[in-house]
């Protein structure tokens, strides 16, 4: 959608002096507007404003009018100004709403609840999608069989298929209503089944061809860039070869290489390499999705991950990373097979046959580090079932694979794929891998941002569980380790959460509370603020967060949603321009 324009000024005689001090107003310094400009639609006033620059906090006023924030003064200077309503802050934080920048909500937000009640009340007012998968680009293949669908569903999944299919994804989500903005990157799995099918091996020159000028369209369309999840088929059929001849595409769109690594366990290292020579050949910045080293055998590596950003950084390489506050993280329990068992589309075929499920025994027996194993990184004691929906399989929902195991009299790995194959799905699941000290250390680092890697949920219709992340990420950081622990500043958590984000995805006019920019806007008390959702009871909302506005439109209201739907398509540096 084009950027929108400020509206001018209306023309008046001043005196110097009154234009000095209309000037100090907009640098948000000193006087207050004059009283002849049409009234504010909301002044939030007598809070500590926490404007996402990492700057000091300090006691100012924030006022809106449309869907932009209109002044960002010192406290008291609004005082008379005229206001269709004012919100009192005093005790309060008022900072630039949240920026999630591993959303896992694409089809909430195209065909379920738009609301994101479990991200809007950690103060989220945008969501970034794609990471390893995209509704688009799409084929008629990839979609599969339509017909069981509703008619409107069938229509906007076909609507995708077209050359322009990015950009009516992000139209669609738009459309339809939805409480946060939205942007995504083309998922790389996607693309590869896009030129490839299921298919395993090096592509070819068409195929190559294909996702090149697949992936050059949906930048144009306003794509942030290639999100690659490399754990995952089709994702990790692709070669390091490939990504760097697929990501060059985006380079001069000013695309981003944004990866879940190869390994972030015993290989974490030889992925982090992989990913930076990607960058590097690519012509492209790196982005790290939630950076950690998995597995207690891997949790020394942690500074020689971090020195491997830093050396990069210092020859001039893009790398940054982001992560969530968590020690366990959650994928599907497919994560503990070899990827080729996905092949072709056969998982289900594969593991019904016994001959191959012998095969797949002897190939996790036999420790290899070509591909990720998370039942063995976590352990079957650290691996929770998260969500089972098969009336025989969902009494094991919630537990240990290895009480589910004993329970079934097999073993955890025939468990696991009696599991996947009796509900026909990957099955959702937590996987404890990660180290306390080390969750506390990655966030002190500069180069880091924040991003749940879970999608919004209401807790009041959800039936399964989930992580807690999705419904406690913010809020955790705020409270547990800014007020309790003092890990890091109040000032610092907001930036990786706002513009430390928004710079990093080029995401104009967001990010930061200032005159102009738009008015996404989260208020929270800095006193009470805290998650309450836990890995066994994670459906429960955070408390803290009392007000957020998207787009000068408030959806959360005395940490209540209001069900308003004012989200917008946000979109990368290529969109902007080839318009």
């Not at 001018?8 to 002096?17: C, M, Q, S, Y």
């Not at 790290?288 to 020859?315: C, E, M, T, Y």
Request: hydrophobic share 45%.
């Amino acid at each position: 959608m084009p950027r929108l324009l400020r509206p001018a000024a209306p023309r008046r005689v001043v005196t110097l002096a009154l234009a000095l001090a209309l000037a100090a107003c907009r640098a948000g310094t000193t006087a207050s507007p004059a009283p002849a400009e049409a009234p504010y639609d909301l002044v939030i006033e007598n809070g500590r404003v926490v404007d996402g620059t990492g700057n000091a906090w300090y006691s100012g006023d924030v006022a809106v009018r449309g869907d932009r924030i209109a002044a960002v003064v010192p406290r008291g200077l609004l005082r008379q100004a005229r206001a269709a309503r004012r919100v009192d802050a005093t005790g309060l934080v008022v900072a630039p709403g949240f920026i999630d920048i591993q959303g896992q909500s694409g089809n909430s937000l195209l065909f379920g609840d738009g609301r994101l009640v479990s991200k809007v009340t950690q103060g989220v007012t945008t969501e970034i999608l794609g990471e390893g998968s995209s509704f688009a680009p799409a084929t008629a293949a990839m979609q599969g069989d339509l017909g069981a669908r509703p008619p409107a569903q069938r229509a906007t999944l076909e609507s995708l298929r077209g050359p322009r299919g990015f950009d009516a994804w992000l139209r669609a989500m738009e459309s339809r209503g939805v409480s946060v903005n939205v942007g995504a990157f083309v998922g790389a799995g996607t693309l590869r089944e896009y030129g490839m099918g299921m298919a395993m091996g090096v592509a070819g020159a068409a195929a190559l061809d294909s996702m090149r000028a697949a992936l050059a369209r949906a930048m144009q369309d306003g794509a942030l860039g290639l999100g690659s999840a490399l754990i995952y088929p089709p994702g990790n059929f692709a070669g390091t070869a490939e990504l760097v001849a697929v990501s060059r595409a985006m380079a001069p769109h000013g695309g981003i290489y944004i990866t879940h690594l190869r390994s972030e366990a015993d290989a974490i290292l030889e992925a982090m390499d992989e990913a930076i020579r990607i960058g590097r050949e690519a012509g492209v910045p790196v982005e790290i999705f939630h950076l950690k080293p998995a597995g207690q055998a891997n949790w020394a590596k942690w500074p020689a991950v971090v020195a491997k950003i830093d050396s990069a950084r210092r020859v001039g390489l893009d790398v940054q990373a982001t992560m969530y506050p968590y020690t366990a993280g959650a994928t599907g329990l497919t994560s503990c097979l070899p990827p080729w068992t996905s092949a072709d589309g056969k998982l289900f075929d594969n593991l019904a046959d016994s001959a191959v499920r012998a095969r797949i025994r002897a190939e996790v027996a036999r420790e290899t580090k070509d591909w990720e194993d998370l039942c063995a990184q976590a352990t079957p004691a650290g691996v929770m079932v998260s969500d089972l929906r098969t009336p025989a399989l969902r009494p094991y929902a919630g537990k240990r694979l290895s009480e589910i195991a004993a329970a079934m009299g097999r073993t955890p790995l025939d468990a696991a794929m009696d599991l996947i194959l009796g509900e026909r799905r990957r099955v959702e699941t937590t996987y404890f891998l990660m180290s306390e000290e080390n969750v506390r250390r990655n966030l002190q680092q500069p180069w880091m941002k924040i991003g749940t890697d879970a999608g919004g949920l209401d807790p009041d219709s959800t039936r399964t569980l989930t992580h807690p992340r999705a419904f406690g990420t913010y809020p955790r950081i705020l409270g547990r380790y800014v007020r309790d622990e003092g890990a890091l500043t109040l000032e610092e958590a907001v930036r990786k959460m706002t513009s430390a984000v928004a710079t990093r995805l080029s995401l104009a006019d967001r990010g930061l509370l200032r005159e102009g920019g738009f008015a996404d806007i989260t208020v929270f008390d800095p006193a009470t603020i805290a998650d309450r959702a836990t890995y066994e009871q994670p459906l429960q909302l955070s408390v803290g967060v009392r007000h957020v506005w998207v787009n000068g439109t408030q959806v959360l209201q005395d940490g209540r949603h209001t069900g308003a739907t004012p989200g917008r398509a946000v979109r990368g540096p290529g969109w902007r321009a080839a318009r």
